[in-house]
């Protein structure tokens, strides 16, 4: 295995890892289906592209059309990229979230989806159309040689510290009262709003969470590829991390990751290695990896729909302290 | 406030489905301290009534009060935040989620409900945690389910889960509790469980309407009793008074 393939690999999983995990709180704990989730992976992409890239007027890069180009030092770009993927979250939630029922919010959010794909595709002077961006900077060009190996590992030094920071914020969420609440929400949003709790306001904050792990992800895809177009994120690439989220386990960080590592990742090696062989017509692997997708949807959702690993019960350990006196349900309001 | 005021009043609340009058011109005023019971055939409008005050529906006009504070045009989460809480007249139990943490969701006052708190970690908000776990674990213990905990409540009977509802209310502090039909789907034997607690409710001093259907339950908790038909008030009083009203009697109390 040569450098550059297991390099490849590993960046990969992180950004599908990433991904899986902000889903997963989307989708596995509060119940938001985000049928445009694959969107905010690009927005982060396009806004790290175009924080790192020079304007397009500079010699090398005047065969595209883009807006913008900033070249911002490593981690602006990242960041940013984080930014704009929470930020997109804010007006698209206040549309889709407020008033619409559950199962119309995920219908409006694919076709934003497919919307805006169309949007970006044909908008040439935006971010360059069809033909997308090339020649993004990677992370740190210039300062260190990006074309040896140990620049590739230091690539995947960098994604697994971005795991690692999206690990820790997905699971202090999910460990917490928030996390909670939210799944609370996701089992009975009438119920829960009926306890006190603004339902618009919880999907709110998740969306521009999930919306900024995502933007984030996208970045590192991005300055990984150094090349971002439509066609990198057509609204099918959601389908595939909503079946690493339910193939590995709705609401568990752990299920959320194993998901990511058995479904995108591990179609993505399956499809290439069966290509090799040369079964079959051209387009029949490619083709089957998609039938597999969603008979690995429909098996799941069917036999095992807790997935792999289901969501954990939460027990409060020791002796119980018990307060025994209650009449505190009637008494003055702490507030 | 003086015990002469009503902690409720709902004036001319109208609300209509595809044209049908299903709330038509309803006032009512409910009493603090009592237990009111909310009695009528089916289709009178009552689960209805209850969604407006609570919020879950919107009232198409009228105003509803409460504890002095026009509440009409405030959402449902608000109006639970100021102590009018409602209960489901289907199971609305948080299925996924253990018996206890259905009561701990419904605790305000947590420093780790908000997406700051949460992030900032256990240390930040586990005293409010450890303070709630305790109370919570106290009206499971006063309600007869602190064996069932770390249960999934979806896995409860009938019975608990309406117990589980009205233990997850009280979590609020409410300062009026609104059931819809706390004993429908209840094994007999557990109905009179239920009764007793909440006549011990009423006397700790809560403040209780409720629609029910069983009349034995409504003559023993229930006074006053408004009863309701076709959208509007038809009665008012203790059931001894109501029970000689022809009115009443031709909608509801027989046939």
């Given at each position: 295995m040569n450098t550059y393939y297991a390099a490849n690999l590993l960046i990969f999983a992180g950004v599908d890892i990433i991904a899986c995990l902000a889903l997963n709180l989307q989708f596995g704990v509060s119940g938001v289906v985000n049928f445009s989730f694959i969107v905010f992976q690009a927005a982060?992409?396009?806004?790290?592209?175009?924080?790192?890239?020079p304007p397009d007027?500079?010699?090398?890069?005047?065969?595209?059309?883009?807006?913008?180009?900033?070249?911002?030092?490593?981690?602006?770009?990242?960041?940013?990229?984080?930014?704009?993927g929470g930020l997109l979250a804010l007006p698209l939630g206040l549309v889709v979230l407020r008033r619409l029922r559950a199962d119309y919010q995920a219908i409006a959010l694919l076709v934003t989806s497919i919307i805006a794909n169309t949007v970006i595709n044909n908008a040439r002077p935006l971010l360059n159309g069809a033909a997308g961006l090339a020649l993004v900077p990677q992370p740190l060009d210039?300062?260190?040689?990006?074309?040896?190996?140990?620049?590739?590992?230091?690539?995947?030094?960098?994604?697994?510290?971005?795991?690692?920071?999206?690990?820790?914020?997905?699971?202090?969420?999910?460990?917490?009262?928030?996390?909670?609440?939210?799944?609370?929400?996701?089992?009975?949003?009438?119920?829960?709003?009926?306890?006190?709790?603004?339902?618009?306001?919880?999907?709110?904050?998740?969306?521009?969470?999930g919306g900024a792990i995502a933007g984030l992800s996208g970045a590192i895809l991005v300055g990984f590829l150094q090349v971002w177009a439509p066609s990198t994120w057509l609204y099918p690439e959601t389908i595939i991390l909503f079946a690493a989220v339910i193939v590995?386990?709705?609401?568990?960080?752990?299920?959320?990751?194993?998901?990511?590592?058995?479904?995108?990742?591990?179609?993505?090696?399956?499809?290439?290695?069966?290509?090799r062989m040369n079964i079959g017509p051209p387009n029949l692997i490619p083709a089957l990896e998609w039938v597999c997708i969603g008979l690995l949807i429909l098996g799941f959702l069917w036999f095992r729909p807790k997935g792999v690993v289901p969501e954990q019960r939460r027990v409060f350990p020791g002796a119980p302290a018990v307060e025994e006196e209650t009449r505190w349900v009637v008494g003055k309001r702490a507030h | 406030?003086?015990?002469?005021?009503?902690?409720?009043?709902?004036?001319?609340?109208?609300?209509?489905?595809?044209?049908?009058?299903?709330?038509?011109?309803?006032?009512?005023?409910?009493?603090?301290?009592?237990?009111?019971?909310?009695?009528?055939?089916?289709?009178?409008?009552?689960?209805?009534?209850?969604?407006?005050?609570?919020?879950?529906?919107?009232?198409?006009?009228?105003?509803?009060?409460?504890?002095?504070?026009?509440?009409?045009?405030?959402?449902?989460?608000?109006?639970?935040?100021?102590?009018?809480?409602?209960?489901?007249?289907?199971?609305?139990?948080?299925?996924?989620?253990?018996?206890?943490?259905?009561?701990?969701?419904?605790?305000?006052?947590?420093?780790?409900?908000?997406?700051?708190?949460?992030?900032?970690?256990?240390r930040y908000w586990m005293p409010d945690e450890t303070r709630l776990v305790a109370q919570a674990r106290g009206l499971l213990k006063r309600f007869g389910l602190l064996p069932k905990e770390s249960d999934y409540a979806g896995m409860l009977s009938g019975g608990q889960k309406r117990l589980l509802e009205i233990m997850r209310a009280l979590m609020l502090r409410p300062r009026l509790l609104l059931l819809d039909e706390p004993m429908s789907g209840v094994h007999p034997s557990i109905v009179n469980e239920i009764a007793g607690y909440l006549e011990q409710l009423r006397d700790d001093g809560l403040t209780i309407l409720m629609v029910e259907h069983e009349l034995h339950i409504v003559d023993r908790l229930c006074d006053p009793v408004i009863v309701m038909a076709q959208g509007k008030v038809i009665g008012q009083g203790s059931m001894a008074v109501l029970r000689r009203q022809p009115e009443v009697v031709d909608a509801y109390l027989v046939g």
């Amino acid at each position: 295995m040569n450098t550059y393939y297991a390099a490849n690999l590993l960046i990969f999983a992180g950004v599908d890892i990433i991904a899986c995990l902000a889903l997963n709180l989307q989708f596995g704990v509060s119940g938001v289906v985000n049928f445009s989730f694959i969107v905010f992976q690009a927005a982060g992409a396009y806004a790290a592209a175009l924080l790192s890239m020079p304007p397009d007027t500079a010699p090398d890069y005047s065969f595209q059309i883009y807006v913008g180009g900033y070249q911002l030092p490593f981690p602006l770009p990242w960041i940013g990229g984080a930014i704009v993927g929470g930020l997109l979250a804010l007006p698209l939630g206040l549309v889709v979230l407020r008033r619409l029922r559950a199962d119309y919010q995920a219908i409006a959010l694919l076709v934003t989806s497919i919307i805006a794909n169309t949007v970006i595709n044909n908008a040439r002077p935006l971010l360059n159309g069809a033909a997308g961006l090339a020649l993004v900077p990677q992370p740190l060009d210039g300062l260190v040689n990006t074309s040896t190996n140990s620049y590739q590992y230091l690539y995947v030094g960098l994604t697994a510290v971005s795991v690692a920071v999206v690990w820790f914020v997905a699971a202090r969420i999910v460990n917490s009262p928030y996390g909670r609440t939210l799944r609370a929400m996701r089992e009975n949003e009438l119920a829960a709003s009926a306890l006190g709790k603004n339902p618009t306001a919880l999907k709110m904050t998740i969306f521009v969470v999930g919306g900024a792990i995502a933007g984030l992800s996208g970045a590192i895809l991005v300055g990984f590829l150094q090349v971002w177009a439509p066609s990198t994120w057509l609204y099918p690439e959601t389908i595939i991390l909503f079946a690493a989220v339910i193939v590995g386990g709705r609401g568990n960080n752990v299920g959320a990751i194993l998901g990511a590592l058995l479904v995108p990742v591990g179609f993505e090696e399956v499809t290439r290695l069966l290509g090799r062989m040369n079964i079959g017509p051209p387009n029949l692997i490619p083709a089957l990896e998609w039938v597999c997708i969603g008979l690995l949807i429909l098996g799941f959702l069917w036999f095992r729909p807790k997935g792999v690993v289901p969501e954990q019960r939460r027990v409060f350990p020791g002796a119980p302290a018990v307060e025994e006196e209650t009449r505190w349900v009637v008494g003055k309001r702490a507030h | 406030m003086p015990i002469s005021e009503p902690m409720l009043g709902a004036r001319d609340i109208h609300r209509h489905f595809e044209g049908m009058h299903a709330v038509d011109g309803v006032s009512i005023e409910i009493m603090p301290g009592r237990i009111t019971g909310l009695i009528g055939p089916n289709g009178a409008g009552k689960s209805t009534l209850m969604a407006v005050l609570a919020g879950t529906l919107p009232a198409l006009s009228g105003t509803i009060v409460f504890q002095g504070e026009d509440i009409s045009r405030l959402p449902a989460y608000q109006r639970a935040r100021r102590g009018l809480v409602r209960t489901f007249q289907l199971p609305s139990e948080f299925g996924q989620l253990t018996v206890l943490e259905n009561l701990l969701v419904a605790a305000p006052d947590n420093r780790g409900e908000s997406l700051l708190g949460a992030l900032l970690g256990k240390r930040y908000w586990m005293p409010d945690e450890t303070r709630l776990v305790a109370q919570a674990r106290g009206l499971l213990k006063r309600f007869g389910l602190l064996p069932k905990e770390s249960d999934y409540a979806g896995m409860l009977s009938g019975g608990q889960k309406r117990l589980l509802e009205i233990m997850r209310a009280l979590m609020l502090r409410p300062r009026l509790l609104l059931l819809d039909e706390p004993m429908s789907g209840v094994h007999p034997s557990i109905v009179n469980e239920i009764a007793g607690y909440l006549e011990q409710l009423r006397d700790d001093g809560l403040t209780i309407l409720m629609v029910e259907h069983e009349l034995h339950i409504v003559d023993r908790l229930c006074d006053p009793v408004i009863v309701m038909a076709q959208g509007k008030v038809i009665g008012q009083g203790s059931m001894a008074v109501l029970r000689r009203q022809p009115e009443v009697v031709d909608a509801y109390l027989v046939g």
